[in-house]
C-alpha cells in the first residue's frame, strides 16, 4: 500500500497553522494526528492519519511523551497489552516511543488505570 506524504503535508501545514493547545496529563489516552512516517514506524490510520496514544510523560504544555496504541495482538515484549479501549483490546508499542508536540491531540478517550500504567512504564525502562 502506497503512503500519502502529500496529503498528509496538507494536515500537518494545518494541524501546525491551529496553535490548538489541549490540557492533557499522564496516564491519559488520547487520539493524536501521528501522520505518515518512514518504513516501519508507526503510522495514523485512516483518512485523518489518527492514532490512538497513551501519555507517557508530561513535560510542559508543548510536548510530551507518547507511545501508539495498537489492536495487533502480538506476544513480543514490546507489546504491552492494556485492556479494552474503545471497544477493542489494546497494546501499547513500547518500541515505537516518542516526543510529540501537543498541537497533535484531537481528543482524550480515558485515563489508564494505575496499575496498567505501572505496568507499562516498568516495561519501558527495562527496554532503556
Given amino acids: ?14 494541524i501546525d497553522t491551529s496553535k490548538v493547545r489541549r490540557f492533557y496529563r499522564t496516564r491519559e489516552v488520547w ?24 501519555i507517557l510523560r508530561a513535560f510542559s504544555r508543548f510536548s510530551c511523551l507518547i507511545v501508539p496504541l495498537t489492536s495487533s495482538q502480538k506476544e513480543n515484549p514490546y507489546h504491552i497489552k492494556i485492556g479494552i479501549i474503545e471497544d477493542k483490546e489494546a497494546a501499547v508499542i513500547i518500541s515505537q516511543i516518542r516526543l510529540i508536540d501537543t498541537q497533535r491531540l484531537v481528543g482524550k478517550v480515558c485515563d489508564l488505570n494505575s496499575k496498567t500504567f505501572e505496568d507499562v512504564k516498568k516495561a519501558v525502562r527495562a527496554m532503556l
Fill in 1 to 14: 500500500m502506497d503512503k500519502d506524504f502529500d496529503l498528509w503535508n496538507v494536515q500537518k501545514k494545518h
Fill in 31 to 54: 487520539w493524536l494526528w501521528l501522520g505518515v512516517n518512514i518504513g516501519h514506524e508507526q503510522d495514523g490510520t485512516s483518512k485523518n492519519f489518527q492514532r490512538p496514544v497513551l
